[in-house]
């Protein structure tokens, strides 16, 4: 056979073999796995891609800041990471780390366990309400519907505004909402 008859015939072979390979997904590894199932990171989802560019989210607004240690963690127990990083608008009531240790002692540190999860993220979603509010438009309500399907009551003292009977220090915009940080945890009523 002529060597330019071989190179035509091998090629489109080559080149196939080629695009093959080139459309099969990377194959993992499970050795050591009888089960045959592959482990997964927990942090997985919108919340963990990183972006320098937008806006801080009102998830990344609590990671970066020193006083929303204690709710960072209580966010990541209970695995709400990436329900605070949508597109909202969302509200987030933010109680600092000296909110969580007004609590009586030890409520912080049972939360956090495994076992507790969903009471923790009940308590956590009744901080989060629909909707981008500034502290003075917040003050025509009287009520809020929060993200765990309860109501938490706003009330107007003087210049200051309180939700849940959690009193706004501060508002930081985000940019799928606004994180108002408060001064209490907002329990649920049936906490």
């Known amino acids: 056979m002529k060597t330019s008859n071989l190179k035509s015939m091998l090629g489109p072979f080559l080149i196939g073999l080629l695009l093959l390979g080139c459309n099969e997904a990377p194959k993992e590894t499970n050795s050591g796995d009888p089960s045959g199932s592959i ?24 990671i970066n800041s020193p006083d929303h240690t204690t709710l960072v ?47 923790l ?4 979603k009744h901080h989060v309400t629909p909707g981008k509010y500034d502290k003075a438009f917040l003050k025509n309500f009287k009520k809020l519907g929060q993200a765990n399907d309860q109501n938490t009551t706003v009330e107007v003292k003087g210049d200051d505004v309180y939700v849940g009977g959690a009193k706004i220090l501060a508002s930081v915009p985000a940019g ?11 329990l649920p009523p049936n906490q």
């Open 73 to 119: 963690a209580a966010v990541q127990a209970a695995d709400l990471e990436n329900a605070l990083v949508n597109a909202g608008p969302l509200m987030v009531f933010a109680p600092t780390n000296e909110a969580f240790d007004a609590l009586p002692a030890g409520t912080v540190e049972n939360l956090l366990k495994p076992e507790n999860k969903d009471a």
């Open 39 to 62: 482990a997964t990171s927990k942090e997985q989802g919108q919340a963990f891609i990183e972006n320098d560019e937008s806006t801080p989210t009102v998830l990344s607004i609590a």
């Open 176 to 186: 799928n909402g606004i994180v108002h940080v408060v001064d209490k945890v907002i």
């Open 121 to 124: 993220a009940n308590i956590l």
